[in-house]
């Protein structure tokens, strides 16, 4: 979906995004989410329940403001 990849892009081209290897793991497993939970977190209708799920979430929509 392009609103996804809109958001993700800007969330990666953020430099500080990944200051370890342990950051970069979590962005993976996130990034294995399916597409349809990819967009109701990306578009504000649900919230995921792993907490370091939805800090990315939080970051990324952040970053679009």
């Given at each position: 979906m392009r609103e996804l990849d809109v958001v993700l892009e800007t969330y990666l081209e953020c430099d500080n995004n990944f200051p370890d290897e342990s950051s970069?793991?979590?962005?993976?497993?996130?990034?294995?989410?399916?597409?349809?939970d990819l967009y109701e977190w990306l578009t504000?209708?649900?919230?995921?329940?792993?907490?370091e799920f939805a800090t990315i979430v939080d970051r990324a929509l952040a970053m679009q403001q």
């Open positions: 970069l793991t979590i962005f993976e497993s996130f990034l294995e989410s399916t597409d349809m504000k209708r649900s919230r995921p329940s792993d907490s």
